[in-house]
């Protein structure tokens, strides 16, 4: 194999390294579940053993592809999510 041979041997062999890292970074970005209670504290995670209280600081703390679960309860806030997204 000559130089030119190799040289567009490596390039297309480090391309395709970087596409399949490419397709491979966003599956290991994990989504975050958030819990709200009305018995949690804003200072918590947000996780279930530790959940948030109210839903404004959970949609503030959530990122695309994040779950808020609320728990059961009567909740007077105002929520003004601070990104926008779709979801079913």
Same mark, same amino acid.
């Given at each position: 194999? +000559?130089?030119?041979?190799? %040289?567009?041997? %490596?390039?297309?062999?480090?391309?395709? @390294? #970087?596409?399949?890292? @490419?397709?491979?970074?966003?599956?290991?970005?994990?989504?975050?579940?958030?819990?709200?209670?009305?018995?949690? %504290?804003?200072? +918590?995670? #947000?996780?279930?053993?530790?959940?948030?209280?109210?839903?404004?600081?959970?949609?503030?703390?959530?990122?695309?592809?994040?779950?808020?679960?609320?728990?059961? #309860?009567?909740?007077?806030?105002?929520?003004?999510?601070?990104?926008? #997204?779709?979801?079913?």
């Amino acid at each position: 194999m +000559n130089q030119v041979s190799q %040289n567009r041997y %490596n390039f297309r062999l480090i391309a395709s @390294c #970087g596409i399949v890292a @490419c397709l491979l970074v966003p599956a290991l970005v994990q989504a975050s579940d958030l819990h709200v209670t009305k018995d949690g %504290n804003d200072s +918590n995670a #947000g996780t279930r053993a530790a959940p948030l209280r109210t839903i404004q600081h959970a949609a503030d703390l959530a990122q695309a592809g994040d779950v808020i679960t609320v728990h059961a #309860g009567v909740y007077r806030e105002r929520v003004i999510p601070p990104r926008g #997204g779709q979801s079913d």
